[in-house]
């Protein structure tokens, strides 16, 4: 079992930058894979990002190039910094991971990009 607690969302103008945390209780990343998610109103939760034991990282297309993925392991912290905000990137972001089958997931923080 493990907890997963977001932070660092909030109000931004388009083109803004801000940097999401996902603090774990316990040491989890050097054995998997977490990953940002989001979701949009009226829309179905959306992989963002991912990385995984070994430091390898994927991300969904449209956040390619402005959003990178990191951790600190000695922290238990992953990181999801984002660049060049556009009003599209509105959304609560949630981290996950996935441990033997069950999926756990934070509280959420609410990202919004508005002028």
């Known amino acids: 079992q493990v907890q997963l607690v977001e932070s660092g969302g909030g109000l931004v103008q388009p083109g803004g930058s801000l940097r999401l945390s996902c603090a774990a209780s316990?040491?989890?990343?050097?054995?998997?894979?977490m990953g940002w998610y989001r979701q949009a109103p009226g829309k179905q939760r959306e992989l963002v990002a991912a990385?995984?034991?070994?430091?390898?990282?994927n991300y969904e297309d449209s956040v390619k190039g402005r959003f990178t993925i990191s951790r600190d392991s000695a922290k238990n912290t992953v990181y999801l910094q984002m660049n060049s905000l556009k009003p599209e990137d509105t959304a609560v972001y949630y981290c996950?991971?996935?441990?033997?089958?069950?999926?756990?997931w934070g509280q959420g923080t609410q990202v919004t990009v508005s002028s």
């Open positions: 996950n991971v996935d441990i033997s089958g069950r999926g756990y």
């Open positions: 316990r040491s989890i990343f050097i054995i998997y894979t």
């Open positions: 990385i995984t034991p070994g430091g390898r990282t």
